[in-house]
Structure formats: structure tokens, C-alpha cells
């Protein structure tokens, strides 16, 4: 049976994209072609819409109707943007705190940093458009649905959503291995964007030299890093505790 969260059939996606909804990615057939798909094509280049290129069994996995090539995955949330969030945090009066995901694969890490994001008040959480975890039902599921109360925005690249968020006046804060400062020795009491990268590749370089600070959490045993998830609850909530601490909002 077909999963409700697809669209199937060029013309079908292509007014889908035309309504505006919110697409999270197009798995198009791997030698796809003619005036119609051109058409499509051109739509998705427009609207900035990731798609991939796959097999023909792989589409027939997920419905045996005349899909014509194309299946749409239709997003589980609305995503947000840093162009409304970031000046609407400010007019609000709001001490702001954002999570950038630089990277990040593992669905189930995004659904478990998402839930501890919106437990702590966290503002916001960014994610790039390519090479990068998405909102689908398994995310929203591992959040506990969380991922249906915190914006999650979803930026051209991660390296352009941190210049953003600099130029903005935030805090970069890095949280990698790779740092010697305590991550509890920064001043998180103004606006602050931590930066968390995925578990094999870390955070890039490109975003490490924009970053305003590198910080790590204290490893005493034999292995060398903690879960994603885990780092990411740590910190948070070291925002969270210097942030009540002088008598301010969490958030």
C-alpha cells in the first residue's frame, strides 16, 4: 500500500511542488528523461529541492502504481528559516539559543537531540538541505514528537546558516574532541549557537574557523568520544543551568 507521506507520478509531484508543500527529498528514476521530467527537473532547481537518483526497484518498493519514475517524500513537519526565526527571537526580547546539526546522519541521534531541545527550551534547531538527516516520521518518532513544537530549520548549507548567525551577533560555540576548553568554562548567558557535528566526520573545518569557540566535554575512559545525542544533552544543559543560574530565562 502506499505510505500517505508520498506522491507519486511527475505531474502529480510537480503540482505538489507548485501547491507548496513541503517536500523533503524526490527519488527520481536513474535514466529519467523526456520534456515532462525537464520540466520537473527545472521546478526542483527552482524550489531548491533535494532529489535522488535511484534505482527503478526502489521506487517499486515503495508503491506498484504508475509512478512514472518520481516519488515524492513529503516532510512530517513545516520546515522553518533562519530569516524569520532569527529576527523574530530578537523582537521578542528572547535571550537566543540554537542548535546547528552540522552533518548529522543517524535519524535516531536527530529525534533524541530534538527531544532534549525542546525539553531545554532551545529556540530552534538547523540543518543543512544536503548530506544531512531530515524531519520523516522515524525522526519524529525517536523525538517523542517534539519535532512537532521546535522550529527546525532547514538552510542551503550549514556553513552559510553559521555566517548567518555570526553576522547576527550570536555566539559560535564548536563542541568537539578535538577541544582543551572545559565546556563549561564559556560564557553562554548571550546569544549562542551550538555547533554539533556528526559522530564520524565532526564538525567541518570551513565551520570551525567561523567558530568563536571550540569546546569539549571531559573524557576519562578509553574511548574517546560520547554519542552525538548524549554530547549534545551535556551542553545544552550547561546553557540551560549558567542561564538560571544569573537569573535569566532558559531560553
Do not use: W
Not at 529576527?87 to 537566543?96: I, M, N, S
Not at 527531544?115 to 520523516?136: F, K
Not at 557535528?197 to 564538525?203: N, S, Y
Amino acid at each position: 500500500m502506499m505510505n500517505e507521506d508520498y506522491i507519486f507520478g511527475i505531474r502529480a509531484v510537480m503540482e505538489a511542488i507548485q501547491a507548496g508543500k513541503d517536500i523533503d527529498r524526490i527519488y527520481i528514476k536513474k535514466d529519467l528523461s523526456g520534456e515532462l521530467a525537464s520540466e520537473l527537473f527545472e521546478l526542483m532547481r527552482e524550489h531548491r529541492i533535494v532529489s535522488k537518483r535511484v534505482p527503478v526497484e526502489r521506487i517499486n518498493k515503495i508503491t506498484r502504481k504508475n509512478h512514472q519514475g518520481v516519488v515524492a517524500l513529503l516532510s512530517a513537519v513545516t520546515y522553518d528559516s533562519l530569516d524569520r526565526v532569527i529576527p523574530e527571537l530578537y523582537e521578542a526580547g528572547a535571550l537566543p539559543f540554537i542548535v546547528v546539526l552540522d552533518g548529522l546522519t543517524d535519524v535516531r541521534n536527530f529525534g533524541a537531540i530534538a527531544r532534549t531541545c525542546e525539553c531545554a527550551g532551545v529556540d530552534a534547531i538547523v540543518i543543512p538541505t544536503h548530506n544531512s538527516v531530515s524531519v520523516n516520521a522515524d525522526a519524529v518518532k525517536t523525538s517523542a514528537g517534539a519535532l512537532h513544537h521546535i522550529p527546525v530549520c532547514r538552510e542551503s548549507s550549514t556553513l552559510a546558516a553559521v555566517k548567518q548567525l555570526k553576522a547576527s551577533g550570536y555566539k559560535i560555540v564548536a563542541v568537539t574532541e578535538k577541544a582543551d576548553i572545559n565546556y563549561t568554562l564559556t560564557d553562554y548567558t548571550v546569544p549562542v549557537a551550538l555547533v554539533l557535528g556528526a559522530e564520524d566526520t565532526g564538525i567541518s573545518p570551513e565551520i570551525l574557523r567561523l567558530s568563536d569557540i571550540f569546546v569539549s566535554i571531559p573524557m576519562f575512559g578509553n574511548i574517546g568520544s560520547l554519542n552525538v545525542s548524549v554530547a549534545a544533552g551535556i551542553t545544552i544543559y550547561e546553557v540551560v543551568r549558567q542561564r538560571l543560574e544569573a537569573n535569566m530565562e532558559p531560553i
